[in-house]
């Protein structure tokens, strides 16, 4: 069956130091992946996302992720977080055999904390 | 440029009664997804339907019917609620079928509680 892991539910950081949210997933083809940002009480706005081509993929407000396929993951990285990244991140997998970008399987999502 | 806009944003039905949440979307996608989100669990799909006049059942279906009023509108309509419905609704859209590497763009959710 077609899954999304995210193994961390929150992590904490301090302000300034690296940050990398894990995601794996179980998908039958190759998949389109997603990361998404949501802050408290908003919707979710897209950070990045993978198609195909160059595996290391850079995003918005500095993310960026990188696609491995021998270990089905697709981990979030940013290299110095800012208390405005405090929110919940959620990494998914599109259906690419219908080539709809919407139809997607989430994780559970991981809850960022920034430290001063 | 609104995106994809949904109504209401708040709601609190009783056990038994029934509401629609609209959502509209003015990109001109043709595509469009009905959500949920519950604590630990993430989003999962309702319905969604890949172009106008289509609709598809997905995860969780259950308790759910979706209407697509057009291209631009797709509704979520509860029949008869339950607690278990109590969740924050999200309403997304996508260019969709036939058309490669496309992205969901989301709306600012519906939080719906059923007492």
């Avoid at chain 1, 961390?8 to 894990?22: C, F, K, M, P, Y």
């Avoid at chain 2, 289509?54 to 509108?73: A, F, H, I, M, Q």
Wanted: glycine letters at 10%.
């Amino acid at each position: 069956a077609q899954s999304v892991t995210q193994p961390d539910i929150h992590i904490t950081v301090s302000e300034g130091a690296s940050l990398e949210l894990r995601c794996n997933y179980s998908y039958g083809a190759t998949p389109y992946l997603f990361w998404y940002v949501q802050s408290p009480g908003q919707g979710l706005q897209l950070l990045l996302k993978y198609f195909s081509g160059d595996t290391l993929v850079q995003g918005i407000k500095g993310f960026e992720a990188e696609f491995k396929r021998s270990q089905s993951s697709f981990n979030l990285r940013k290299p110095s977080v800012h208390w405005s990244d405090a929110a919940e991140y959620f990494c998914a997998v599109g259906d690419i055999s219908y080539n709809q970008g919407g139809k997607l399987i989430f994780g559970q999502g991981t809850e960022l904390s920034v430290k001063p | 440029n609104a995106g994809v806009t949904q109504t209401p944003k708040f709601q609190v039905l009783k056990t038994g009664q029934s509401m629609t949440l609209q959502c509209a979307q003015d990109m001109n996608h043709n595509s469009m997804y009905w959500y949920r989100q519950d604590p630990g669990m993430g989003l999962r799909l309702i319905y969604y339907s890949a172009s106008e006049g289509t609709t598809d059942k997905g995860e969780v279906p259950n308790g759910y019917n979706v209407s697509r009023l057009n291209k631009r509108e797709f509704s979520l309509r509860l029949e008869s609620a339950a607690p278990s419905q109590t969740s924050v609704y999200f309403c997304a859209s996508s260019e969709g079928q036939g058309r490669t590497n496309t992205e969901a763009f989301f709306g600012q959710g519906t939080r719906l509680t059923v007492v």
